[in-house]
């Protein structure tokens, strides 16, 4: 089964400050990458997906970014912070003969203060 | 579009009483259903998906779940909760050629007490 690491797992940055939220997965290849974010008191809301390297799909306007350098990395990135990115931001994976199954990361929390 | 509803944003249970979390869909394509869970400060784990078959769903950790079609609901049992089943529990759709990407409901807070 796949592992999937996140980091930082707990982040406080200043508005306007820079972010990099790094996702590595193991024991797969060719996966397909997802960003999530939940806000405090609400559900989960994709952010990005990535069916390869270079390969980006952002699913909702904002002040974020994300890159996908290597096959199982994956990046979510901002170069001014907003209050309203604070959250719990987490990372999945999906490939097809893994059962059909998407697994999450462990998350980051975000607090922008 | 898909949409997910999740009748209840928190429910109350004594340990070993049974729990229902209701969830609605909205879509005009084929869905795949899953519940989630979220124990506090982790990442969601899987309980249990519906993609195709049987309609009752077995999962993990003893919970189940029905899919009804014509009431385009997926609602997630467990005949006698513990206290390790506090926890946040989400109900998420995605269309059947869209894998990974996940339509989520507002998530149900599950608090067992003794």
């Known amino acids: 089964s796949q592992t999937i690491h996140q980091w930082p797992a707990t982040l406080v940055q200043p508005v306007g400050s820079p972010l990099s939220l790094e996702c590595t997965v193991e024991?797969?290849?060719?996966?397909?990458l997802y960003w999530y974010r939940q806000a405090a008191g609400r559900g989960l809301q994709l952010l990005f997906y990535s069916i390869g390297i270079d390969q980006i799909s952002s699913e909702v306007p904002q002040n974020l970014s994300a890159s996908r350098p290597q096959d199982r990395q994956f990046i979510l990135s901002s170069k001014k912070l907003l209050l309203s990115d604070s959250g719990f931001y987490l990372c999945?994976?999906?490939?097809?003969?893994?059962?059909?199954?998407?697994?999450f990361g462990e998350g980051s929390w975000l607090t922008v203060v | 579009a898909q949409s997910v509803t999740q009748l209840d944003s928190q429910v109350p249970v004594f340990e070993e009483a049974p729990v229902e979390l209701r969830c609605n869909y909205s879509s005009s394509v084929s869905v795949y259903l899953f519940w989630y869970v979220q124990y506090p400060n982790q990442g969601l784990q899987l309980l249990l998906k519906y993609l195709s078959g049987s309609t009752l769903v077995k999962g993990i950790n003893g919970f189940e779940a029905e899919f009804n079609k014509s009431q385009t609901s997926f609602h997630l049992r467990k005949p006698s909760v513990h206290i390790s089943d506090t926890a946040e529990y989400f109900c998420a759709v995605s269309k059947t050629d869209s894998w990974g990407k996940l339509q989520f409901g507002a998530g149900t807070q599950v608090v067992v007490t003794p």
């Open positions: 999945a994976c999906y490939r097809r003969d893994s059962g059909n199954t998407i697994y």
């Open positions: 024991g797969t290849s060719n996966p397909n």
